[in-house]
């Protein structure tokens, strides 16, 4: 099994991609990470199972390269026992699911569940699952920017609170542009405060095309790591 973190959690907070791969690998040493964008070929063998973290690199894995299987990380520690959460007793927050996860209900499955083990209290909109709005960023990429401000409107418009979960770094971004306070589930597993950053989308956009070339960068202090703890064994 391999975990890769994805060009936007690298780029997002490269410290927190280190923390969770020590953290699973910890728990299950025969994982290995894997830093090729999901927008080239794997280089995997045939029933190689990758663990994401993204929504677009979720829907890639399942449907562009033949023989290899995926696995969102937020499924994966949701069948972890031995995964630590922690508790936000006075959160209460709705979620927006994104786009490029509509028919995984078993992923839609877990993200709910992981709320609930961490005491959340979760205001569902009107609209989601696979009937929640788009947060506007697929106007962006067709360069319609008037488009994506109107598709941004609607989807805020329809949430129900100010805090406002989300597992799409993408979204969080458009979130943050539209005045809600976006709640980075991975944030919330491992503690740490969601921190939007630039909300120039397109200079986003720029970045995560950019990373698609940059082969294993960000992972290669943890592979060497994950050989060193190997040897000690």
């Known amino acids: 099994m391999f975990f890769n973190p994805s060009c936007g959690l690298c780029l997002y907070k490269p410290k927190l991609t280190e923390r969770v791969y020590e953290k699973l690998h910890a728990i ?3 994982l290995k990470p894997h830093g090729i964008c999901c927008r080239r070929n794997p280089e995997l063998p045939q029933g190689a199972v990758i663990i994401n973290v993204c929504p677009s690199c979720d829907n890639h894995w399942r449907t562009r390269y033949e023989g290899i299987r995926t696995l969102s990380l937020y499924e994966y520690i949701d069948r972890l026992d031995a995964f630590f959460l922690p508790r936000y007793d006075q959160l ?3 979620i927006h699911d994104p786009c490029l996860v509509r028919g995984r209900d078993s992923l839609y499955d877990s993200v709910r569940s992981l709320l609930r083990k961490m005491s959340i209290t979760v ?3 009107p609209y989601n699952r696979d009937h929640a709005p788009c947060c506007g960023n697929s106007f962006f990429k067709r360069k319609d920017s008037a488009g994506a401000f109107c598709a941004l409107d609607r989807c805020v418009l329809q949430l129900p609170c100010e805090n406002v979960l989300t597992y799409c770094l993408t979204c969080m971004k458009m979130l943050s542009l539209g005045g809600k306070r976006p709640v980075f589930l991975l944030d919330l597993i491992m503690g740490e405060q969601t921190k939007p950053g630039s909300l120039d989308i397109k200079a986003w956009h720029r970045a995560l095309d950019k ?3 940059q082969d294993d960068k960000a992972f290669r202090y ?3 790591q994950s050989l060193k703890n190997t040897e000690r064994k």
Do not use: I
Request: negative net charge; proline residues 7%; charged residues 35%.
């Open 123 to 125: 205001r569902e909109a």
């Open 28 to 30: 299950d040493p025969s």
């Open 92 to 94: 209460t927050l709705t």
């Open 222 to 224: 943890l592979e060497s």
């Open 211 to 213: 990373a698609k070339w």
